[in-house]
């Protein structure tokens, strides 16, 4: 069964500084990827996606992931984060076995002003 | 409507009690999903729908769990005898089309704000 696994559980910058989480899975064919992101007392929201193509894919308020085959992974950047980037940070990917996403178990950010 | 509505957003209950909890889709959205987050774990799929049938109901954890879809749009997640360990967010999330083949937009799923059931 496909598993999705985020590494960092909470992560606390200041303001400015670079983020990069984590995102491994285990399926090792074809498959669709997605970052979703919770910001407190809301509800899930997609931030991005990877379908084919470039491997390098930016979303919404300035964040990209790079999907790397070879790797198993889709790493979420952003060069600089702010106060209001503050939420919970979620991978999830869809292989060919099955209709749903598999998501993993989430990264708290959480930026200091 | 303009959003996945989940209705109650908080349900407090009594070990052994039955409780239903209610999803509307996105108007047109063929495919309608339940997930279930637990304190500190990401979504972890129960059910999902395309139309009327229940396409995939292998995430149920066991026989008390149950969900319809009669008419194809509003959705309901049943759970009968609850127990503590039932407690967490109950998610549905809709997308639009037939959700499987890989670089479909159906498999970009909108998520409703959950509703939160506590088993005391």
């Known amino acids: 069964a496909q598993s999705v696994s985020q590494h960092n559980h909470h992560v606390i910058l200041s303001e400015a500084a670079s983020l990069e989480l984590g995102c491994n899975y285990s399926?090792?064919?074809?498959?669709?990827l997605f970052w979703y992101v919770q910001y407190p007392g809301q509800h899930l929201q997609l931030l991005l996606k990877?379908?084919?193509?470039?491997?390098l894919v930016k979303g919404i308020k300035g964040f990209e992931a790079e999907f790397i085959k070879s790797k198993f992974s889709f790493n979420l950047r952003k060069p600089s984060v702010q106060w209001s980037d503050t939420a919970e940070y979620f991978c999830?990917?869809?292989?060919?076995?099955?209709?749903?996403?598999?998501f993993g178990s989430g990264t708290r950010l959480q930026v200091q002003p | 409507g303009a959003g996945v509505s989940q209705t109650p957003s908080n349900k407090v209950t009594e070990k052994g009690k039955y409780v239903e909890l209610r999803c509307d889709p996105i108007?047109?959205?063929?495919?309608l999903y339940w997930y279930r987050q637990s304190l500190g774990q990401g979504p972890e799929f129960l059910i999902y729908?395309?139309?009327?049938?229940?396409?995939?109901d292998s995430g149920l954890p066991n026989d008390r769990f149950f969900a319809v879809r009669p008419e194809g749009s509003v959705s309901t997640l049943k759970i009968q005898r609850t127990e503590r360990g039932d407690s967490a967010v109950y998610l549905c999330?809709?997308?639009?089309?037939?959700?499987?083949?890989?670089?479909?937009?159906?498999?970009?799923?909108?998520f409703g704000a959950g509703s939160r059931l506590t088993v005391l």
């Open positions: 999830a990917v869809k292989d060919t076995g099955r209709r749903a996403l598999t």
């Open positions: 999330a809709s997308s639009s089309g037939l959700a499987g083949g890989l670089g479909s937009g159906a498999n970009v799923l909108t």
């Open positions: 399926y090792g064919g074809t498959v669709n």
């Open positions: 108007s047109g959205h063929t495919a």
């Open positions: 990877y379908f084919s193509g470039d491997p």
């Open positions: 729908f395309q139309g009327t049938g229940a396409a995939d």
